[in-house]
């Protein structure tokens, strides 16, 4: 069983801005990196904008993919290394610089354990205990040897920057919108959402968190931002049940097994698109507590939305302007 989910919704798009009738929104939906995407810019040149951020998406999915043969992740998984485009080896700096402040749990070498679970495939399956103890080994970033933008892995490792990707590519829109002279815009990648300015009235950007629970169809939160990424992560996202048992997509690199948290979905609000979606999926496996904790103790630029099982929200201090109808706490820095 498979469900993918759009997690952000900017509720902006229901109804055009006002006064805005003479400088409309021009959008366009595309389908890549494994999602519906949906680019939205305002101003003169809003068009030739999107059209050109829609080539860029399409060319970063055809660089990343790494179930794509001809990609150049899948030439560097086959060659167990080689030198690195610009863009790769920017991912990939940041991919480590991540893996380090979140002591390994976001791991971008988790390929061959994505694999044994059929999450890279589709041909879902729980594989034994061997084989994981004998893929769990490949999943450690300190095995990389990047020497300027030249890697070397390890015999069997495979990176898999699908935790990280789509951030790169917001962050990438934004700046061809920059480059048209757009001030106004938005990018939705599934969970991921990027914001430029604000919205053409000069109102901030109202961005709605789905609930989890799909049988809701309601927003378990209202958040307004600018110039801010947010994105999503929740076990619910993609799964597959065998005997009675879920298991969730996003992989504990520590143990090579279905994160088990006390979290149904993290949201992370960042000005850097790349940091947010990388920091959601360790964050959803460290759970409420030690999520909270790496919040205080980073110098990292981000605030969180969290929502645990029993349906409680935990928000820090820098989000604390949410509109919900659940149980909220708000964190703080003490």
């Known amino acids: 069983m498979k469900r993918a989910i759009l997690l952000l919704t900017a509720l902006f798009l229901l109804i055009p801005a006002a006064g805005c009738a003479e400088d409309p929104p021009y959008i366009r939906e595309i389908f890549a990196m494994d999602t519906v995407m949906r680019l939205t810019a305002y101003g003169p040149q809003g068009q030739e904008a999107v059209d050109a951020a829609v080539e860029e998406i399409y060319r970063l999915d055809a660089l990343l993919s790494a179930s794509s043969p001809s990609s150049e992740v899948s030439r560097l998984n086959e060659a167990g290394g080689g030198p690195l485009t610009k863009d790769t080896a920017s991912l990939l700096r940041s991919s480590l610089s991540v893996w380090e402040a979140t002591g390994g749990l976001f791991e971008c070498t988790i390929y061959p ?70 001030r106004s815009g938005l990018v939705s990648l599934g969970g991921s959402i990027q914001t430029l300015g604000t919205k053409p009235d000069g109102s901030l950007w109202r961005i709605g968190i789905q609930d989890p629970d799909a049988a809701r169809e309601t927003f378990l939160a209202v958040l307004e931002v600018r110039d801010l990424a947010v994105v999503t992560s929740g076990g619910y996202e993609r799964f597959f049940e065998q005997d009675g048992e879920t298991y969730i997509h996003i992989l504990n690199p520590r143990t090579g097994r279905p994160a088990e948290s006390d979290l149904l979905s993290v949201t992370v609000l960042s000005p850097d698109g790349v940091l947010a979606d990388a920091l959601s999926t360790a964050l959803f496996i460290m759970g409420r507590e030690e999520a909270l904790a790496f919040w205080r103790e980073s110098s990292l630029e981000f605030q969180l939305v969290l929502l645990t099982e029993d349906r409680e929200l935990y928000v820090t201090e820098g989000a604390a302007g949410v509109e919900t109808e659940l149980p909220l706490t708000v964190a703080d820095r003490r």
């Open 113 to 182: 354990l994505m694999e044994l679970w059929g999450f890279s495939t589709g041909e879902y399956r729980v594989p034994s205990q061997e084989e994981l103890q004998a893929a769990l080994p490949l999943a450690d970033s300190s095995l990389l040897r990047l020497q300027g933008d030249s890697l070397a892995m390890a015999p069997g490792q495979r990176l898999d920057f699908g935790g990280i990707a789509k951030g790169y590519a917001a962050g990438r829109v934004m700046e061809i919108f920059s480059a048209h002279g757009v």
